[in-house]
């Protein structure tokens, strides 16, 4: 009985340090210099702008179905991965804008992000590498 007591704690701690999980929006160490608000990262993950306030467009990089994916976006949106699905194609279908690339895997996000200037995207705090730069930090 108590090595299940035990079990339950244990797998408990681990899904609420992963639900805590810091996500942050990064861009390459170089691209020039970015300055993103919460606001302006909801505007581009949302469709409704694809430059930043100073008018330098940028591409978006959305990670595969998962956790973190759900995590950024009710974090930066308040909307669940249902309720983005719905969202994105309203907004495919009607024309007014593409989502974000998805990347296959974190790695292949990761390499993206780290390779091509003007480029935006998110990551878990510990997945983010020397060649990327934090732009806003998602707690």
Known sequence: MRS????????????????????????????????????????????????LGDGTPVNLVDLPNGSTRDEFYAK?????????????????????????????SIAEARQWLADTPNIIGYLERNDATPGLRILLRLP
């Open 76 to 104: 930066l949106t308040g909307k669940n991965p249902t309720q983005i699905q719905a969202y994105w194609s309203r907004i495919v279908f009607t024309g007014r804008a593409s989502p974000p690339k998805e990347a296959g």
């Open 4 to 51: 299940i007591h035990a079990l339950l704690i244990g797998i408990l701690l681990a899904c609420s340090s992963a639900a805590r999980a810091e996500v942050v929006v990064v861009t390459s160490t170089r691209s020039g210099p970015i300055e993103l608000s919460r606001e302006q990262a909801e505007k581009l993950y949302l469709g409704r702008s694809t430059t």
